[in-house]
T-cell receptor, first 111, second 113 residues
Framework: QQQVKQSPQSLIVQKGGISIINCAYE??????FPWYQQFPGKGPALLIA?????SEKKEGRFTISFNKSAKQFSLHIMDSQPGDSATYFC??????????FGTGTRLKVLA | DTAVSQTPKYLVTQMGNDKSIKCEQN?????MYWYKQDSKKFLKIMFS???????INETVPNRFSPKSPDKAHLNLHINSLELGDSAVYFC????????????FGPGTRLTVT
């Protein structure tokens, strides 16, 4: 199955709170999992990425948790800020030159 | 300096017309992509090119024809435009292979009336 299921579709978080976005996949051939951030009117930009040999990766306030057996991965945004308000996409790569994107999560962080 | 640029930013045209979108990257990457983002923000890969050669064609109608005159450019020509072609089209580039960051352009919003 060449799909990546992403939830929730939208998320509202108070400033300083934790934002959590989840993704699930079926294809065990996927072996690279990036997260992209997209602001209105802009192209997506890479936020953080992980490979399945690692269960967690942290960069600043952003953490990816990866559960290979469950075929799930999630993005945690700690101390969420209004400037984090954007659409977030998980993605998975089943091989060279191809990326499958999730359906996106629209995050709004309230000041 | 803009890493990945696209022209035009907006394109409004009528059904049945033919139009082109241009993409240029100055990152020295060998691999370039075209993506379509629909009104629900769903982002779907259309084509992947490596070193000017087509690698991936994701069952895109043959009205869409990409052309890569050199490694820094990947243009998209669309024939006989249909209402369903209305979307934002993104060009992206990366180093070749898997696991490299894709750099996206600012997008071209195509509206077909």
């Amino acid at each position: 199955q060449q799909q990546v299921k992403q939830s929730p579709q939208s998320l509202i978080v108070q400033k300083g709170g934790i934002s959590i976005i989840n993704c699930a996949y079926e294809n065990t051939a996927f072996d690279y999992f990036p997260w992209y951030q997209q602001f209105p009117g802009k192209g997506p930009a890479l936020l953080i990425a992980i490979r399945p040999d690692v269960s967690e990766k942290k960069e600043g306030r952003f953490t990816i948790s990866f559960n290979k057996s469950a075929k799930q991965f999630s993005l945690h945004i700690m101390d969420s800020q209004p400037g984090d308000s954007a659409t977030y996409f998980c993605a998975a790569s089943p091989g060279t030159y191809k990326y499958i994107f999730g359906t996106g999560t629209r995050l709004k962080v309230l000041a | 300096d803009t890493a990945v640029s696209q022209t035009p930013k907006y394109l409004v045209t009528q059904m049945g017309n033919d139009k082109s979108i241009k993409c240029e990257q100055n990152l020295g990457h060998d691999t370039m992509y075209w993506y379509k983002q629909d009104s629900k923000k769903f982002l779907k890969i259309m084509f992947s090119y490596n070193n000017k050669e087509l690698i991936i064609n994701e069952t895109v109608p043959n009205r869409f024809s990409p052309k890569s005159p050199d490694k820094a450019h990947l243009n998209l020509h669309i024939n006989s435009l249909e209402l369903g072609d209305s979307a934002v089209y993104f060009c992206a580039s990366s180093l070749p292979g898997q696991g490299y960051e894709q750099y996206f352009g600012p997008g071209t919003r195509l509206t077909v009336t």
